[in-house]
């Protein structure tokens, strides 16, 4: 990205941190975050933190649907890595798919600090796009900062 000041609001809507590296990730931020004016909004919206994912890890389960056999195992991994796999079984054509996912999850403070590495004024953590302050990390959706 080359903008330098040109947006009143730049969004990150549902961004996944954990597929690149943390350097790659404060230099994805820092040019959002240049891109934005002075006065100007910055906001990251996040699908989860950690905090939020764990009460719901691990998961193993298997399912039968529209006659696929469908396997699903996810865990949280050394590093806070998410490890995700799923091999669907499909009797009726003899096929058997599977697919493995494996990225970094960050905590509501490892979001933080990334932003303020990313040099993130002002920064803001809300439930909600209503700009419902979040009580703690689990409840962390949007990240909000002000450019001065």
């Not at 975050?33 to 910055?42: L, N, P, Q, T, Y």
């Not at 091999?87 to 003899?94: C, E, H, Q, R, S």
Request: aromatic share 12%; proline share 2%; net charge negative.
């Amino acid at each position: 990205m080359t903008w330098d000041g040109e947006f009143d609001l730049v969004y990150a809507l549902e961004h996944t941190l954990g597929f690149m590296s943390a350097d790659e990730l404060i230099r994805h931020l820092q040019c959002m975050w240049k891109a934005v004016k002075d006065g100007g909004w910055f906001l990251l919206q996040i699908p989860y933190t950690l905090e939020a994912e764990e009460a719901t890890m691990p998961v193993h389960k298997w399912e039968f649907s529209d006659g696929r056999y469908t396997l699903v195992d996810k865990c949280i991994v050394e590093g806070n890595k998410k490890r995700e796999q799923c091999v669907i079984i499909d009797p009726g054509t003899n096929r058997i798919d599977e697919y493995f996912e494996e990225q970094r999850y960050y905590t509501w403070k490892e979001i933080i600090d990334l932003l303020n590495e990313a040099v993130v004024e002002q920064i803001k953590s809300l439930r909600d796009l209503s700009g419902h302050v979040a009580s703690d990390g689990k409840e962390a959706k949007v990240f909000l900062g002000r450019k001065r």
